[in-house]
């Protein structure tokens, strides 16, 4: 989601993923679209335990409140980038290079 102008994910404090982000914040987010095309993101891991933070999170993906609840006892964690930058490419040759923050 995108709040206060920085780009933010999400991961469940439960995962290995989100450990691995306390413990080495530095990733690299990647995905391609079925054109080929593809982003790859990466930075240095914020993470941000503001109850408004995850308030907006649940308001921009409602279904989160149905994994992150008091009942499945699971609990959400969001972080967002700081020094961070995007490629974007094609299968054609095209790529393009983003500083975000």
Not at 22 to 51: C, F, H, Q
Request: proline share 2%.
């Amino acid at each position: 989601m995108c709040y206060e102008n920085k780009l933010y994910f999400g991961a469940g404090k439960h995962k290995k993923s989100y450990q691995q982000i306390l413990a080495n914040p530095y990733v690299e987010i990647s995905t391609t679209s079925a054109k080929g095309e593809w982003i790859r993101i990466n930075g240095k891991a914020v993470v941000d335990d503001r109850e408004n933070a995850l308030e907006k999170a649940f308001e921009t993906l409602p279904r989160l409140k149905e994994i992150y609840n008091e009942k499945t006892g699971y609990k959400m964690g969001l972080f967002y980038l700081e020094e961070a930058t995007a490629e974007i490419a094609d299968t054609t040759g095209g790529f393009k290079k983003i500083t975000l923050s």
